[in-house]
Nanobody
Framework: QVQLVESGGGLVQPGGSLRLSCAAF????????IAWFRQAPGKEREGVSC????????EYADSVKDRFTISKDNAENTVYLQMNSLKPEDTAVYHC?????????????WGQGTQVTVSS
């Protein structure tokens, strides 16, 4: 069965960096787009970034542009989110999710999430 497994979350000081990983099982990144979402207390879930299956093109929320970078290794079926210059407002639970396309409103598969806390 399909499974997405996130890792790499933790506690970091403002201005620091973390790299999140999303390992996919039961699907191939050659055919599925992978997106990162986050949800902070009292806020709606927010789309952070997405990487497409066909050409590897990327998308970012305005709030993380120039600070976060999404990438993937098709051979390892793993997507990464490099997060630099972290701010307290980046604190949230981060989930990865799979869909056929980054523009698809429906994401069929979700990971369990990993906590990112940015605090001094």
């Amino acid at each position: 069965q399909v499974q997405l497994v996130e890792s790499g979350g933790g506690l970091v000081q403002p201005g620091g960096s973390l790299r999140l990983s999303c390992a996919a099982f039961g699907l191939t990144l050659d055919y599925y787009a992978i997106a990162w979402f986050r949800q902070a207390p009292g806020k709606e879930r927010e789309g952070v970034s997405c990487i497409s299956a066909n050409d590897g093109s990327t998308e970012y929320a305005d709030s993380v542009k120039d600070r976060f970078t999404i990438s993937k290794d098709n051979a390892e079926n793993t997507v990464y989110l490099q997060m630099n210059s972290l701010k307290p407002e980046d604190t949230a639970v981060y989930h990865c999710a799979a869909a056929f396309d980054c523009g698809d409103p429906t994401y069929d598969y979700w990971g369990q999430g990993t906590q990112v806390t940015v605090s001094s």
